[in-house]
């Protein structure tokens, strides 16, 4: 082993990872970068060895110490075990960043050849709806919840203007559903309007998701960067990549502060899995924005303008349109080797310098207010009855208590008060609003559990929600007509 290389921990992973993985290390190797590899195993079979994470404890000593993954697809189990392997990778080492670039590449034709795309999502990687926080709160009735945090939203916008000042882009678009979700999508609009004016150079724009989706399809050369919540980001991501070629060339880097997970966007293609089928040429590109991560830009510039130089030289992977006989993955990757220390023809390398990563701190985050109240609860109540004969009963429940029935809620829409006839589908989950009847006055906790022992001796409860104040202004959504 030469001296002064860099360890860094590689998970081959199933299906196609352990092919394109070999093939993106000797490229790496060929570069003239001196890598230590700590080759560890995650998924499918450590699920199989009852592990039920599946990342055994060697695996997750190897990445604290190197704090650098670069990582093959890891299957999911469907019917056992309850974990996917790589959301416990993101959460174990907060990767609250992915970044997923995207750019035509020479040779690879698409309906959008000619518009020279080049575009990165950067999607939230740990908060939002994939915290997985799921409940049946009837047997009929699912909710999951969306958790966002300002927090949470500081980190991802300034990685996304970081990401851009490095990289030398110009522009950062912010995707968001805030029209309807204006708390916790609105965080992250509200969020990357106050960090925007600390990056003059770079142009901001707030984009509702739907347009950006629609703006993706028609006209996707206008879009530079894009910063998103993580559900949004999974979906638009997977869609730029099927713009510029699809999964076989769509690289990522997972970025949280204690470690970087490095990987192809595709899975283990267990179809074509052993077969030297696969197209190496995500993994290799993600290699290359490891080698940028970790001080090694030079042969980072050099592997990606050495894949571009292969992919002008008309050489076919198996996923590309075409009837040229398909490269299989080894060969695809000795002609890239073949290539490297040439410039290609048709993308000069970027400007790029190290990304700044936003800081960790231990302590907990918190938002201060001057001043805050309880002004009434949301109860989630099951029941079968029809909205005006629950109403009634409530009534009688909460008379001569501090709180009023202010409405009645199904499946988003208000179902009671009505002021007319309408028909909607009723479901036995209702939301319950109680409003204390002075609107400036505290609901204390003594209330609102006298209120739910009254509530539970006529009705099934299964939660709660506190409706809050903050500094004077409604801190929940209003109900809808
Ligand atoms: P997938 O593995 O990405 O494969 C979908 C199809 O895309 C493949 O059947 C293959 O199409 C094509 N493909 C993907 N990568 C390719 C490559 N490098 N070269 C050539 N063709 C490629 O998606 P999936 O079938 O939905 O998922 C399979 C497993 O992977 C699941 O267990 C899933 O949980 C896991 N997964 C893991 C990750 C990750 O670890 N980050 C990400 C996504 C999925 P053809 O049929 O045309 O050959």
């Not at 916790?184 to 990056?199: K, S, V």
């Not at 201060?368 to 009434?376: D, E, F, I, L």
Request: charged share 20%.
């Amino acid at each position: 082993m030469p001296f002064n290389t860099r360890k860094i921990t590689v998970i081959p992973g199933d299906g196609i990872g352990p092919e394109v993985i070999a093939a993106a290390l000797k490229v790496v190797e060929a570069a003239g970068v001196a890598l230590d590899p700590d080759i560890q195993q995650a998924g499918a079979s450590c699920f199989a060895k009852g592990i039920e994470t599946g990342v055994p404890r060697e695996t997750i000593e190897s990445i604290e110490k190197t704090k650098v993954v670069l990582k093959g697809p890891l299957e999911t189990p469907i019917g056992y075990g309850n974990k996917s392997a790589n959301v416990t990778l993101r959460t174990l080492f907060e990767t609250f960043g992915n970044l997923r670039p995207v750019r035509e590449l020479p040779g690879v034709h698409t309906p959008f050849t000619g518009r020279n795309l080049d575009i990165v999502i950067v999607r939230e990687n740990v908060e939002d709806l994939y915290t997985g926080i799921e409940y049946m709160q009837t047997p009929g009735v699912a909710q999951a919840l969306k958790i966002i945090s300002h927090t949470g939203c500081q980190k991802i916008v300034e990685l996304a203007f970081e990401f851009a000042v490095a990289a030398g882009r110009k522009r950062v678009h912010c995707a968001t559903k805030a029209n309807i979700l204006k708390l916790t999508e609105g965080m992250l609009q509200h969020t990357f309007e106050e960090i925007a004016p600390r990056y003059p150079e770079i142009e901001a724009k707030h984009i509702l998701i739907d347009n950006c989706a629609h703006q993706l399809a028609m006209r996707p050369e206008q879009f530079d960067v894009i910063v998103t919540t993580n559900m949004n980001g999974d979906i638009l991501s997977d869609l730029t990549s099927g713009l510029t070629g699809g999964l076989g060339f769509a690289p990522s880097a997972n970025i949280g502060n204690g470690a970087a997970i490095f990987e192809a966007v595709h899975g283990s293609a267990p179809d074509i899995a052993g077969k030297n089928l696969a197209n190496p040429t995500a993994i290799i590109l993600s290699a290359a924005m490891m080698l940028r991560h970790i001080g090694e830009g030079a042969a980072a510039d050099d592997i990606e303008q050495a894949v571009l130089v292969t992919l002008e030289s008309g050489i076919r992977s198996g996923d590309m349109p075409g009837t040229a006989k398909p490269t299989g993955t080894i060969e695809f990757a000795d002609a890239i080797i073949s290539n490297l220390g040439r410039e290609s023809t048709s993308k000069g390398a970027r400007d790029f310098r190290a990304v700044k990563i936003p800081a960790a701190t231990s302590e907990v985050q918190v938002v201060k207010t001057q001043s805050r109240r309880v002004t009434g609860i949301d109860v989630f109540i099951e029941s079968s009855l029809q909205p005006a004969e629950l109403a009634e009963g409530l009534k009688d429940v909460v008379a001569g208590t501090t709180v009023s029935l202010q409405m009645i809620g199904n499946r988003g829409n208000t179902v009671y008060p009505v002021e007319d006839d309408r028909s909607v589908t009723l479901v036995d989950q209702y939301r319950c609003r109680f409003m204390k009847q002075d609107r400036n006055d505290n609901l204390t906790n003594a209330e609102i559990l006298s209120l739910l022992t009254k509530i539970g001796e006529e009705h099934i409860w299964m939660h709660v929600e506190k409706l809050q104040q903050f500094d004077g202004v409604d801190a929940f959504s209003r109900t809808k007509k």
